[in-house]
């Protein structure tokens, strides 16, 4: 069976996040998103993982078995690289938050949702792996957090412990990393990295995993052999740091112009960042075979659309909100509309929806980069 999965989320308990960001709240956007596999986020803090050892024994008398949380978690480590986690239990959380109270910063794990730890990625990786745990670079080419933001090579930062997987993150998508030779043999995931149960938010990226059986151990199983069927997220030019650009005019520029200012912004002489685009060719090697993968569809979230279609301000005008809810109400879940509902049904429904969605499916998408810390946009073909 194919299930769609969000491994990447954030609680209450981390920084910049949404209140609402709760287990029931996360739970009940899930089945409005058509989301099967949820990472808990978080889960090296206790009182995060005491709400959802509540909220999951609150189901014994509920029939939830269609849905399964994997706890995860993301923490920082010395060089500020930011590496998610996945486990099959809390309690290996339990084990792992115990290992890294003897690092600098370990105490971090009780007080914010992602964690400062100031080791680095190798010690922290071996630890993962001690308590028999996956991991993998978080958002990997984000200029600022990402490993290709800091380094060259998975190898300089866990030097010899493995990488169970990696996290294109909202500024990349497969074709960017596929030619990176050391990543041959390296599953790619997908995530949303929520920090709230926004509509547009949580589910706005997933991973689509073959399953034999519907459980976290064959969840986590899945993601070790690489059975993922289709990757699934926005646009790369949507995001802030898709193209090399100033960060204050965000004037872009190419990479061999970039050089040639010395990487200063020539109108100015505010610093040049550079772009996932241009950092992502850089890592590919030409005379490396294009690593074999699962498609990836490019989407855009259903309150967007809605948004579009009909000139609104936000996806969180009430309008918007109401417009979706009778999407929702009458075609199923959000992943079901943008990705299976035939073109014809959805003309049908709504013919300004369905022509979008078309559009999208077909890419038939005007699309302009962001850069320098400002997001890209994008429009439909008329």
Not at 91 to 118: A, V
Not at 154 to 168: K, Q
Not at 223 to 246: H, L, V
Not at 339 to 344: K, R, S, V, Y
């Amino acid at each position: 069976m194919d299930v769609h999965a969000d491994f990447h989320i954030h609680s209450c308990f981390s920084m910049a996040t949404s209140p609402q960001m709760r287990p029931r709240s996360i739970v009940s956007q899930c089945f409005i998103k058509g989301i099967s596999v949820i990472g808990s986020g978080d889960a090296l803090h206790p009182q995060w993982v005491k709400l959802w050892e509540e909220e999951l024994d609150s189901w014994k008398d509920e029939k939830h078995d269609e849905l399964v949380i994997v706890p995860t978690a993301e923490v920082e480590d010395g060089s500020r690289i930011h590496h998610l986690i996945i486990m099959e239990e809390f309690d290996q959380f339990n084990d792992l938050r115990k290992r890294l109270l003897t690092y600098e910063g370990g105490h971090h794990c009780e007080q914010s949702g992602r964690p400062q730890i100031r080791a680095s990625a190798e010690a922290i990786a071996a630890e993962v792996h001690a308590c028999g745990g996956l991991i993998g670079p978080a958002h990997a080419f984000t200029p600022w957090t990402g490993l290709y933001g800091c380094y060259d090579s998975v190898y300089s930062a866990y030097r010899d412990e493995p990488i169970d997987f990696l996290e294109l993150g909202l500024s990349a998508d497969t074709s960017y990393a596929a030619g990176i030779a050391e990543l041959s043999h390296v599953p790619f995931l997908t995530n949303s990295d929520a920090h709230s149960t926004g509509y547009t938010k949580l589910g706005r990226e997933f991973t689509t995993l073959s399953l034999s059986i519907f459980d976290v151990q064959h969840v986590c199983r899945a993601i070790s052999d690489g059975s993922i069927t289709r990757n699934a997220g926005f646009f790369p030019e949507e995001g802030k740091y898709s193209r090399t650009a100033c960060i204050s005019c965000y004037t872009q520029f190419s990479l061999e112009d970039a050089a040639f200012y010395h990487w200063k912004c020539p109108h100015d002489k505010k610093r040049l960042k550079k772009g996932v685009f241009d950092r992502a060719r850089e890592l590919s090697s030409s005379d490396a075979n294009i690593s074999q993968r699962a498609p990836y569809l490019h989407i855009i979230p259903l309150g967007e659309i809605i948004q579009r279609v009909y000139g609104m301000s936000s996806p969180n005008t009430k309008k918007c909100q109401e417009m979706y809810a009778r999407c929702i109400a009458d075609l199923g879940c959000e992943i079901s509309i943008l990705t299976e509902i035939p073109p014809e049904d959805l003309y049908a429904y709504n013919p300004e929806i369905g022509s979008a969605i078309s559009a999208f499916r077909e890419g038939r998408i005007v699309l302009h980069p962001g850069g320098g810390g400002k997001y890209g946009s994008f429009e439909f073909e008329n």
